[in-house]
C-alpha cells in the first residue's frame, strides 16, 4: 500500500476496518473488494424500501453500488475512524462496531501476516474468499484464502487477545 509507506501504521487491518465501516453505514452486503495502485474499488449490494404504487406493499429494491477510493480517502476514513474512537467509542474490549467493520479488521489482520503485494477478496453470506498476489522466488503468484462465516466469528471473538486486551 503506496499511501502508507512512512507512516505509524502500515497494515491492511486498520485500512480495511475504516472502510468496512464504511460498508456498514452504506448497508451494504455482498461486497467485493480490489486494490488498485491508487487505492481501493468497493462494490457490494444496497437494498432501498421503496414504495412501487398506492395499490401494493413495499418492495425492496437493490442495486449495486460501485466506489473508488484513492489514497486520500483511505486516509481520511482512518482519520476519522480515529477521531471517533478516541471521543468516547467503545474501548478495543467493548468495541461493538458493525459486521463489516469488525470482519474486515480481522481480515486485516490475516492479510498483515501474508504480506502481500495486493489484495482482492469477496463476501457472500458471511464467507469470503481472499486473493493475495504474493512474491515468491519464483516471481508473483495468486494465493487463495476461504473463510467461513463460524471462521470469521471466531476470528473475530479472538481480536482483543490478539491485542493483549482482557475481555
Known sequence: ?????????????EVLRSIGAFIDQRGMREILLVEAPDGFIIQGIVGASTEASAWSDPSA???????????????RFMEE????????????ATF???????????????????????????????SYVVR?????RQGARHVLAEFTGDELAAMVDQGPAWRGVAV
Not at 500500500?1 to 497494515?11: A, K
Not at 442495486?63 to 486516509?75: S, V
Open 96 to 126: 461493538s462496531g458493525g459486521t463489516y467493520e469488525r470482519s474486515l479488521r480481522v481480515l486485516g489482520r490475516y492479510i498483515d501476516q501474508q504480506k502481500p503485494r495486493d489484495i482482492f477478496f469477496l463476501e457472500q453470506d458471511g
Open 132 to 136: 493475495l498476489l504474493m512474491g515468491t
Open 61 to 75: 429494491r437493490v442495486e449495486k453500488e460501485t466506489y473508488t477510493f484513492l489514497d486520500d480517502d483511505i486516509a
Open 81 to 92: 475512524a480515529l477521531a471517533r474512537r478516541r471521543t468516547g467509542a467503545p474501548t478495543p
Open 1 to 13: 500500500m503506496r499511501i502508507y509507506e512512512g507512516s505509524p501504521r502500515q497494515d491492511y487491518e
